[in-house]
């Protein structure tokens, strides 16, 4: 079974600039995660959908931070302009919606990550 | 959200048996308990999941007492590729799976 994939794994990039993660997770998953995890630190929730709408965003920093889910399958993420404090890993996770199947303990299967250094 | 309250770190031994206890004084009845493990350079990994009593897998063990105040995860005969960041999650899986991340526990094998 193919998991959740993340592009790109690293990205290094001045301050103010932009830059776009994106994120296709496992068939079939409802619901999408972005988190941001800097160094030391446990990952925060940035962005969650469901389906192709929007269930939380309140840690998002809607200045600079945006994300999509078109069609309620892939999703991108935006950092415009970027900060020094963007440095992180940014994760991407899916999960079916608690009920969906049987079994489903709502386990979410997180990407790899995509490495951002801002210089 | 229920808080949660994990050691910063443990260190053991390879073949040892290891329990991190979590505590989440404010945890509701809809609560969920989940275990994740996060090795560097990895997105974290769904380790097991309980709601009361006890919970047991292939890889852990997952001790809940009655009032649900804390809960313990136990790993049976560590081994070195045990190393990892664990956490420990608390939350009502029906509100969209929304789950908070703390610190965790650096958990430490030697041999």
Same mark, same amino acid.
């Given at each position: ?5 993340? !592009? +790109? ?9 932009? =830059?776009?993660?994106?994120?296709? +997770? ?16 446990? +990952?925060?929730?940035?962005?969650? *959908?469901?389906?192709?709408? =929007?269930?939380?965003? !309140? ?6 931070? !945006? ?5 309620? =399958? ?20 899916? !999960? *079916? ?11 979410? *299967? *997180? ?9 | ?43 974290? @990994? ?21 009032? @649900?105040?804390?809960? %313990? /995860?136990? /790993?049976? @005969? ?10 420990? /999650?608390?939350?009502?899986? @029906?509100?969209?799976?929304? /789950? %908070?991340?703390? %610190?965790? %526990? ?6």
């Amino acid at each position: 079974e193919a998991g959740v994939a993340q !592009s +790109p794994r690293y990205k290094i990039i001045e301050k103010r600039q932009s =830059v776009a993660f994106w994120c296709n +997770p496992i068939s079939g998953h409802a619901t999408l995660y972005w988190y941001q995890q800097i160094l030391g630190q446990g +990952p925060k929730l940035l962005i969650q *959908f469901q389906n192709n709408g =929007v269930v939380d965003d !309140s840690q998002l920093p809607k200045d600079r931070f !945006s994300a999509e889910r078109l069609k309620g =399958v892939d999703s991108t993420l935006k950092i415009q302009p970027a900060k020094l404090e963007d440095s992180a890993v940014y994760l991407c996770a899916s !999960s *079916f919606t608690w009920g969906q199947g049987l079994m489903n303990t709502g386990e979410l *299967f *997180f990407g790899e990550g995509s490495r951002l250094t801002v210089l | 959200l229920a808080k949660t309250t994990q050691p910063i770190s443990m260190d053991s031994y390879e073949g040892q048996e290891v329990n991190i206890t979590c505590s989440h004084n404010n945890i509701a009845t809809n609560d969920y308990i989940t275990w994740y493990q996060q090795f560097p350079s990895q997105g974290p @990994r769904f380790i097991i999941q309980g709601y009361k009593t006890k919970v047991t897998n292939e890889v852990a063990s997952l001790f809940i007492p009655a009032d @649900r105040k804390s809960s %313990t /995860l136990s /790993l049976p @005969r560590v081994s070195l590729s045990d190393t990892a960041v664990y956490y420990c /999650l608390v939350g009502d899986m @029906r509100g969209g799976n929304k /789950l %908070t991340f703390g %610190t965790g %526990t650096q958990l430490k094998v030697e041999l």
